[in-house]
């Protein structure tokens, strides 16, 4: 009798076990969960900021209550997006300037900076975005007009790249620079014996000096704008290459606060002063700030012919581009480095400028394990020299850059050189992994421009026909994991965050169309159509 009575009440206790709760369920919607498997669901249960548990709606519905419930009404959901190379706070700074991007002529900048200047008045005037690769004349500009324009007030106009000044001779003036500065690593370009008004990598710090700084007020807004930029595309956690111990701290306060809610992976600006407190303070790691890595500059740029080559640019004879941080130097920066647990991430854009990174990284990592340095752009590489990416150093590229330098990167190159450059594809054969990027505002911030560029190789109106060297383009899979999971482990939080998986934060994006299947030239205009944070709805 006793053994009949536990059969029939098992199954009525069994019954009786109320469901979990938790706090939303999102139900009826194509999930791509970049797992391992890169497997697939429809719903998702989260509690307390975290996936509790992923699988199918109905199934998810039966074994949870839930506070909310949220109808994704079939569209596709992916991780929230990671962008592994970016400037967020020179963005934010950026829309308190005059913008230069997408100006077709010298003229047309002119034009902007008088109009902003007459709109909002200042007593120095800053503006960025300029490239005078998209001009008629391909030329660097002089300072004539702004001299003539704004004799009394300093004019400093950066280059999209960040890598180039063109400043008037008040600026000049202001910083001390004359027929007779010399500066290393870079350049204070001349014509015939008199500054134009260009400067090129290091001597723009001449100028960095007598800048004025914004005030907390400014900064705060800074940051504020460049969060909801980016929450509106569907990012929730940017990596910023090279800040300083002042923003670092106000990033954190602003954080801790609930006044900023985006996730940052801040890479310590290369100085002395904040080597010295960062590797001595160690590791700084929130749930929403992770501080672990110094951000060095190796060279300039391609597009300012400030990138450090073997040989002479194509397009200059005898001229190779600068290191900004000397070789000597970069040595024993990675063996400072390799001594704390902070990661070294360099600039490296020239094939001259790669390995000297290269060389410097294996040296300082030898018999040390899981230290995933990376190297910044890995713009040119020389073909020799791939190897090297064999050992754990992870590629942290930005697909735009391809697209956005193909119309003139053969001319700086030359025809065998440029196999090297943008390669993508022999990146991660090589490396096992990338991490993918934007660098903007050097680059728009849509990381679908970025998954645009990595898997077609093409502009927007499909320039080239077939693409641009595209034996080194990505698939879909492989974009969408660098720039979700692959980013994430290059921050060292792959355990948190970069896939849809329990346990980790409930950060994911919910698009208007399907990335993976959508027709290639539909891609760029995708849009984040939700954004959620922590399971918390953003946008």
Known sequence: ???????????????CNPKEEVDIIVYNANIYTVDEEFSKASSVAIRNGKFLDVGESEDLQKKYNA????????KTMVPGLIDAHCHFYGLGLNQQVVDLVGTSSFDEIVSKV?????ERPSSFIRGRGWDQNDWEEKEFPTKDKLDELFPDIPVVLERIDGHAYLVNQKALDLAGITGETQVDGGEILRKDGAITGVLVDNPMGLVDAVIPQPNKEQQIQALKDAERICLDHGLTTVNDAGLGRQTIELIDSLQQAGDLSIRIYAMVSNTPD??????EKGIIKTNQLNVRSVKVYGDGALGSRGAALKAPYADQAGHYGAMVTPVTEIGVLAERIAASDYQMNTHAIGDSANVVVL????????GKEDRRWKVEHAQVVSLQDFDYFEDGIIPSVQPTHATSDMYWAGDRLGPERVKGAYAYKTLLEKA??????????VEQVSPFLTFYASVARQDQEQYPEGGFQMKDALSREETLRGMTLWAAYSNFEENE???????????FVILSDDIMTVPVENIPSLKAEQVFLGGKKMK
């Open 432 to 441: 096992g992994i990338v991490a993918l990027g934007t660098d903007f505002p």
């Open 1 to 15: 009798m006793k053994k009949v009575l536990s059969i029939i009440v098992f199954p009525l206790l069994f019954a």
């Open 497 to 507: 965050k970069g896939s849809i998986e329990p346990g980790k934060f409930a950060d």
């Open 114 to 118: 008088a109009a902003f200047q007459k």
């Open 274 to 279: 904040n080597l010295d407190h960062f590797l």
């Open 67 to 74: 506070k909310e419930l949220f109808d994704a009404k079939g």
């Open 359 to 366: 060389r410097a990284y294996q040296k300082a990592l030898q």
